[in-house]
C-alpha cells in the first residue's frame, strides 16, 4: 500500500513525522543508511584504539587475567547499558540523543536540571575519547618513524603536534560533507574488521612462540606498586583498576543516536547500531585480545620497550615490515576514530545548541547551506579536542588519564537516563519497535549499578605511590572540575532560563505530514 491509499501525500516521510512529533524540523539531511550509521558507531567505540594503544597499561595493571577475563566481565555488563539505552533510542531518535531522553524522562519537575548535566558530561567523553584515540594513533605515527630512524626521539610534544595535525584533518573531512564522512563509514567499517582480523593472524602465525593457555587465562601480573611490600592491596583492587584498558574500548556506541536526524528509518536502526556495534566490538576485541597476549615473547621487555607494548608485540611476531604495517593500521583506525567522534559530538553539541544551552548559541546553531551540517560546531569541537591533549606535553600518563575521563564521562551520561527511565520516567514511557518488555527495569538496574562501580574505580590513583606527574591520575581533576562547572553554573544562573529542549514546531505545523498511524505493518524488536 502506498502514502496516497493510506492517507498520507506522497512526499510523506515517517522519519521527519517522528521528529516532528518531538518538536524538531528536518533540518539536516537524512542521508545514512542503517550500515552507515553502524559504521559510524563501530569507529566511534573503536575496539583497535581502545585495546592495543592501552594493552602495556593492562599488562602491568593484572596482566593476561585483566586482558581476557577483564574483557569478557566488562563486556557483559556494557550489553545491558546498551541494552536499555537501545530502547530509550527506539522512542527518541534525535541528533540530541542521551541529552533529550535524559530531559523528555526527567520530566518538567527533573528533566531541565539532569538535562544540564547529562549535556556537559556527555560532552565531556565525546570529546575525551576523540582527544585520547588521536593521541593514541599520533604516538603510533611517532612510534612508526622511530622503528625505522633509530636516531629519531619520539616524545610527547611531537605526539601532540601530530595529534592536532591529525584532528585538523579530521575536521576538513567532516567539512567535505556527507559523501566523504559516508566513504569514512565504510573504510573505517573494512579497518576495523578486516585490519583486526589482519593484525589477529600474522600475530598467532607469526610469532616466533605462542603463550601457553595457562599463561593466557590465568597468569597475574601487577606492576602498579599496589602488591608489594608495605602497601599489600588485594590483587581484586588491581584487577578492577585494569579494567579501564576494555571499558575504554566499548564507549562511544551513543553515535548512532546522535546520527539519527541523519539515517533513514532511525526508529530502528539507531538501536540495532548501538547494539550491533556492541557485539562486534566485544568478538573482534576478545580475539584481538587473545592474539596479543598469546603472541607476547618477553613479558618485561615487551612491557618496558619504547616503542610500547602493542607496537613491540607486532614487531617480535611480524618483523620490522610487517610490524610497521601492524603499526599503521592502528593509526589509520585511530584517524578514523577522530573523523567519526567529530562528527556524533558536533551533532549532540548541536542539540544542546539549539535548546539554548551554550553561550551564542544562535551562532553556533547554523548549518552550512552546501552540507546542511553544523560546520562551525565541528571545528569547535575540533579545537576543544586538541585542547585536552595539551597536559601530554609534559606527561607520560596522558593518555590513561584522559580514557579515564573519557570512561566517566561517557558512562555517566550513559546511565542517566537508563536511571529515570525506571524511576520517575516510567510511568510516562512510551515503548516502541525495539523494546525490553517487562525486562527493562532490571536491566537499567545492572546498568545504573556497574556505571556507579566504575565511576569510583576509575577516578582512583592508577599506581601507588604517586610520586610525580608521570603517575599523577588526572582524571579525578578533570571530572572534579566539570561537577563544580555544571552544578554552580546551575544553581547560580542556568536553572533560571534553561528548560531542556525546545519545541520547534508541532506535528501539525510540519507541511505534509500528519501524525504518524501505527498499527499496520510495524516493525517491532522486543525482548519476550
Not at 297 to 313: E, M, R
Not at 330 to 351: H, K, Q
Not at 409 to 418: D, E, L, Q, R, V
Request: hydrophobic letters at 50%.
Amino acid at each position: 500500500m502506498d502514502n496516497n491509499e493510506k492517507g498520507h501525500p506522497a512526499d510523506y516521510n515517517e522519519d521527519e513525522a517522528r521528529l516532528a512529533g518531538l518538536g524538531y524540523k528536518q533540518n539536516m539531511k537524512r542521508q545514512f543508511s542503517g550500515l552507515q550509521n553502524f559504521g559510524f558507531t563501530l569507529t566511534n567505540s573503536s575496539v583497535l584504539i581502545g585495546i592495543v594503544p592501552l594493552f602495556g597499561f593492562g599488562m602491568a595493571t593484572g596482566g593476561p587475567v585483566v586482558a581476557i577475563w577483564g574483557w569478557i566481565l566488562v563486556a557483559f555488563f556494557v550489553m545491558f547499558i546498551g541494552l536499555g539505552m537501545a530502547e530509550i533510542c527506539s522512542t527518541f531518535p534525535t541528533a540530541g540523543g542521551l541529552y533529550f531522553w535524559t530531559a523528555k524522562l526527567g520530566g518538567p519537575k527533573w528533566g531541565p536540571m539532569f538535562s544540564w548535566y547529562e549535556a556537559w558530561f556527555n560532552m565531556l567523553g565525546q570529546v575525551a575519547g576523540c582527544s585520547g584515540s588521536v593521541l593514541a594513533a599520533a604516538t603510533f605515527m611517532n612510534t612508526l618513524i622511530a622503528v625505522w630512524e633509530p636516531s629519531y626521539v619520539a616524545d610527547g610534544k611531537k605526539n601532540f603536534y601530530i595529534m592536532a595535525a591529525m584532528m585538523l584533518i579530521a575536521g576538513v573531512v567532516n567539512t567535505a560533507g556527507g559523501r566523504a564522512l559516508k566513504i569514512a563509514s565504510l573504510v573505517s567499517v573494512f579497518v576495523h574488521i578486516f585490519g583486526t582480523i589482519a593484525i589477529i593472524v600474522v600475530v598467532l602465525v607469526g610469532a616466533p612462540q605462542l603463550q601457553s593457555a595457562k599463561f593466557v587465562f590465568t597468569d597475574f601480573r601487577d606492576y602498579t606498586g599496589y602488591t608489594t611490600p608495605p602497601y599489600h592491596a588485594s590483587p581484586v583492587f588491581v584487577f578492577m583498576l585494569g579494567l579501564l584498558q576494555s571499558q575504554w574500548s566499548m564507549l562511544g556506541y551513543d553515535a548512532s543516536a546522535h546520527m539519527s536526524e541523519e539515517t533513514e528509518k532511525s526508529y530502528v536502526n539507531g538501536p540495532r547500531g548501538i547494539l550491533l556495534s556492541i557485539f562486534a566490538s566485544v568478538l573482534i576485541g576478545l580475539g584481538l585480545a587473545l592474539a596479543m597476549t598469546f603472541g607476547i615473547q618477553d613479558y618485561d621487555n615487551t612491557l618496558s620497550s619504547a616503542f610500547g607494548a602493542g607496537p613491540q608485540i607486532f614487531l617480535d611476531c611480524a618483523g620490522k615490515k610487517g610490524g610497521s604495517v601492524l603499526i599503521f593500521i592502528i593509526v589509520f583506525a585511530g584517524w578514523l576514530c577522530g573523523v567519526a567522534t567529530v562528527a556524533a559530538n558536533s551533532r549532540m553539541i548541536y542539540a544542546f545548541a539549539r535548546d539554548g544551552g551554550l553561550p551564542f548559541s544562535p551562532f553556533w546553531t547554523v548549518l552550512n547551506k552546501r552540507t546542511q551540517m553544523p560546520l562551525r560546531l565541528v571545528w569547535l569541537s575540533v579545537v576543544i579536542v586538541i585542547i585536552l591533549a595539551l597536559p601530554s606535553l609534559g606527561s607520560t600518563a596522558t593518555l590513561s588519564a584522559i580514557s579515564g575521563i573519557s570512561i566517566i564521562g561517557f558512562t555517566t551520561s550513559y546511565a542517566i537516563p537508563i536511571l529515570l527511565r525506571i524511576t520517575v520516567g516510567s510511568s510516562t514511557f512510551v515503548q516502541r519497535e525495539f523494546n525490553l518488555g517487562r525486562y527493562s527495569k532490571p536491566i537499567g538496574w545492572v546498568a545504573v549499578i556497574w556505571t556507579a562501580f566504575i565511576f569510583v574505580i576509575f577516578n582512583m590513583p592508577q599506581s601507588w605511590p604517586v610520586s610525580n606527574v608521570n603517575t599523577f591520575n588526572f582524571t579525578p581533576a578533570a571530572v572534579g572540575f566539570l561537577l563544580v562547572f555544571t552544578t554552580l553554573s546551575w544553581f547560580f544562573s542556568a536553572r533560571n532560563w534553561f528548560k531542556g529542549p525546545i519545541s520547534e514546531i508541532a506535528l501539525l505545523e510540519l507541511d505534509g505530514v500528519v501524525p504518524v498511524e501505527r498499527g499496520e505493518k510495524e516493525e517491532v524488536l522486543e525482548i519476550k
